[in-house]
């Protein structure tokens, strides 16, 4: 009984935040422009008809606002051409200071579907911290991923599923980002959206 108390009074939290009391939507790609973005680390990044799309090698890109509650939201798709498919959605991202090209000091929504720690768990950096409580999605396919960071809450949606919620609270702002981790493979996004919360 306990425990459901907790779940509901996380939900209720969540919903009267990002619902409530926010701002509206706002678009991180407009007309397939990527010069407000900042590349880190070898991958390549391109925009093309409203996707991005990161190939090559390991490395990320960070898009321009600085959030800390938030709503971020998009189409995702990961394909592997030999190298493994594995990539991110980051929030609440910085580069680290001694090594910039590095893995961001933050937040990941992790997107890989053949691993344990697979795509909506949460990780921080090299560590999955947040468990996934279902595998919803494959290889070659578009699916939907929806994160909520309040204050230390976070939950992650897949597909219109909650399926991660955790709390932490040791990066409280940063940088959205996508991730690109191997090579030989492509991470693709589309209709990439974030709401700064207010409280």
């Not at 680390?41 to 960070?62: F, P």
Request: aromatic share 12%; with cysteine.
């Amino acid at each position: 009984m306990l425990k459901i108390f907790f779940n509901f009074l996380f939900l209720t939290t969540i919903l009267s935040f990002s619902y409530g009391q926010s701002k509206e939507w706002q678009p991180l790609l407009q007309n397939d422009d990527l010069s407000t973005w900042t590349v880190r680390g070898e991958a390549k990044w391109v925009a093309k008809d409203g996707v991005i799309t990161g190939s090559g090698a390991n490395g990320h890109l960070y898009a321009q606002p600085l959030v800390s509650d938030l709503e971020v939201k998009g189409k995702f798709r990961i394909s592997d051409q030999g190298g493994g498919s594995n990539g991110g959605l980051y929030f609440r991202a910085n580069p680290p200071a001694n090594n910039p090209e590095s893995y961001p000091h933050g937040y990941e929504a992790q997107i890989c579907h053949n691993q344990s720690a697979h795509t909506g768990w949460l990780w921080k950096p090299g560590k999955p911290t947040g468990k996934a409580t279902k595998l919803l999605t494959k290889d070659d396919e578009w699916f939907d991923m929806h994160v909520i960071a309040i204050g230390p809450n976070i939950e992650i949606f897949i597909n219109g599923q909650s399926v991660m919620k955790y709390r932490d609270s040791e990066y409280k702002t940063g940088y959205i980002a996508l991730q690109c981790h191997n090579a030989g493979m492509t991470i693709e996004a589309k209709d990439l959206f974030y709401k700064k919360l207010i409280h």
